[in-house]
């Protein structure tokens, strides 16, 4: 009987934990590629049909995030129309669907290993829908843990959410690296010789192990399609369907009875929401969401976690994947320091110094890269840069997003400026090798230095842009921010 006043914190933590499996595999297919594309890149420059450039290893190892941007743009649609549920099943099936077609993209109509134009094709044709997936589970996942999570502990429930995309990432380091085991990756100096020129350790990861890499993705989107069947839709949700007795029952097992009734006149009576114009509060209302998810993948961060183990490795690291695990530890450490501090320093505090940091961090790779001696400095200086943005942008950009529209603004603010999220992922992403690759005399660093040194430039900008532009959101209501744009 007092379970049934008070509810179940079990029953609330289990359903939260499963819908935050959606995080850590949105974390899991975006990080992937960074053990795999050196492999990858290897077997297609074996194709006698084509010839693979760096521009074309870019857009591969970026192409899942056309995906994301797809599945972003339609989430309010599938959640509208097929509930937070269904939703969240579809993106578990896109990812396993994803992760055997990467695997094995010769699946029915191709020759197994032999690399063709038209089997580029098809892999990207995979990427891109384990990428619809990632966008459909960035954008309901938060949605469906705010919609069932109390009120009083809703903000810590979602932002475990970024905890778990981190620590998919980090899983897949481990993952990556134990498939490597005593393997190589291949020299990009070899690659384009032919199999046969690569060194023997590394043959392996050229015919082999990227697929593994590809294919582990099945385990936890296999696990996570299953799970969410179990789950119950959310109280909102079931609301706006007419069908109040099961909002009721789901309500009572988290809230308990007493509150449960409450709750779902609350939900009834807030289900029509009032709209206005998307401009109705002023373009520059609109311009700080949109650049605050510019910002957030403008500084360069994604072209270190997808590429980290072939940066270590081109900085002479004996066992870069093993360098790379370790960064996505301190990622996961400086990840909570978010978490438990966003609300104790505010938003503003923790990007504006976040932002500073990754400089610093940038620009000591742009000095240092390439120079004899200097590597311990360069990993440093990478590790400085990564940990900055996990408590910083990583977070608290999400935690911004949500909070800094009015409410009768929100739902078509967010979907624009978590679709130029994806977008600006994509483009910095897909320029990062041929970037990196830049030379303006034979063997020189020059692309190294540049790459680097833009990022650190975009770094002090977004600091200066937060200072001056952003406002502070601690502590104030969703009411406050509608008043302050008024202003």
């Known amino acids: 009987m007092n379970q049934n006043q008070q509810g179940s914190k079990s029953y609330l933590f289990s359903i939260v934990l499963v819908a935050v499996l959606g995080g850590l595999l949105f974390g899991y297919d975006t990080a992937v590629i960074s053990g795999a594309e050196k492999g990858l890149q290897a077997f297609f420059k074996d194709a006698q049909d084509f010839q693979y450039t760096d521009g074309w290893h870019g857009f591969t190892s970026a192409s899942a995030l056309i995906g994301c941007i797809i599945g972003s743009a339609?989430?309010?649609?599938?959640?509208?129309?097929l509930g937070r549920k269904k939703s969240l099943i579809v993106a578990g099936l896109l990812f396993f669907i994803s992760a055997l077609g990467s695997m094995?993209?010769?699946?029915?109509?191709?020759?197994?290993?032999?690399?063709?134009?038209?089997?580029?094709?098809?892999?990207?044709?995979?990427?891109?829908i384990g990428g619809v997936g990632v966008g459909l589970a960035s954008a309901i996942c938060p949605?469906?843990?705010?919609?069932?999570?109390?009120?009083?502990?809703?903000?810590?429930?979602?932002?475990?959410?970024?905890?778990?995309?981190?620590?998919?990432?980090?899983?897949?380091?481990?993952?990556?690296?134990?498939?490597?085991?005593?393997?190589?990756?291949?020299?990009?100096?070899?690659?384009?010789?032919?199999?046969?020129?690569?060194?023997?350790?590394?043959?392996?990861?050229?015919?082999?192990?990227?697929?593994y890499m590809?294919?582990?993705?099945?385990?936890?989107?296999?696990?996570?399609?299953?799970?969410?069947?179990?789950?119950?839709?959310?109280?909102?949700?079931?609301?706006?369907?007419g069908k109040d007795q099961k909002a009721l029952g789901?309500?009572?097992?988290?809230?308990?009875?007493?509150?449960?009734?409450?709750?779902?006149?609350?939900?009834?009576?807030?289900?029509?929401?009032?709209?206005?114009?998307?401009?109705?509060?002023?373009?520059l209302c609109i311009f700080i969401g949109i650049m605050l998810s510019v910002f957030q993948q403008a500084v360069g961060i994604n072209a270190v976690l997808y590429y980290a183990p072939r940066i270590f490795g081109d900085m002479g690291m004996e066992d870069p994947m093993m360098v790379t695990v370790f960064m996505g530890v301190i990622n996961i450490l400086f990840t909570l320091v978010a978490i438990f501090s966003v609300e104790k320093w505010g938003r503003k505090p923790l990007l504006i110094y976040g932002s500073l940091g990754m400089a610093l961090g940038a620009f000591g790779v742009a000095v240092t890269f390439g120079h004899v001696g200097m590597e311990m400095v360069t990993a440093i200086s990478i590790m400085v840069y990564s940990a900055s943005f996990m408590f910083s942008w990583g977070p608290i950009c999400w935690v911004l997003i949500a909070e800094i529209f009015p409410n009768t603004i929100r739902g078509a603010a967010v979907a624009i400026a978590v679709a130029f999220q994806w977008i600006s992922n994509f483009?910095?992403?897909?320029?990062?090798?041929?970037?990196?690759?830049?030379?303006?005399?034979?063997?020189?660093?020059?692309?190294?230095?540049?790459?680097?040194?833009?990022?650190?430039?975009?770094?002090?900008?977004?600091?200066?842009?937060v200072w001056k532009l952003v406002p502070e959101t601690k502590g104030k209501t969703l009411e406050d921010m509608t008043k302050l744009w008024k202003k």
Not at 104 to 128: C, D, I, Q, W
Not at 254 to 259: M, R, V
Not at 438 to 455: I, N, R, S
């Open 214 to 241: 590809f294919g582990s993705e099945a385990v936890p989107a296999g696990l996570f399609a299953l799970l969410i069947c179990f789950v119950p839709e959310t109280p909102r949700y079931l609301v706006s369907v």
């Open 250 to 283: 789901v309500l009572s097992k988290i809230n308990g009875s007493l509150k449960a009734e409450q709750i779902l006149k609350d939900i009834k009576e807030t289900m029509v929401v009032k709209t206005e114009k998307l401009m109705t509060y002023g373009a």
């Open 427 to 465: 483009i910095v992403s897909s320029t990062f090798v041929p970037m990196f690759n830049m030379h303006l005399t034979e063997g020189d660093d020059f692309g190294h230095w540049f790459t680097y040194g833009l990022y650190g430039v975009i770094c002090v900008i977004a600091a200066i842009f």
């Open 74 to 81: 339609i989430s309010g649609l599938l959640a509208t129309n």
């Open 143 to 211: 949605m469906y843990i705010g919609e069932v999570a109390p009120s009083n502990i809703r903000g810590m429930l979602v932002s475990w959410n970024q905890f778990a995309i981190i620590f998919g990432q980090l899983v897949v380091y481990f993952v990556n690296f134990f498939i490597l085991g005593d393997h190589i990756q291949p020299l990009v100096e070899e690659m384009g010789k032919g199999l046969a020129a690569i060194n023997p350790a590394a043959q392996w990861t050229v015919t082999t192990g990227w697929r």
């Open 104 to 128: 094995n993209p010769e699946f029915l109509f191709f020759e197994h290993g032999k690399a063709t134009y038209s089997l580029l094709l098809m892999f990207n044709v995979y990427r891109v």
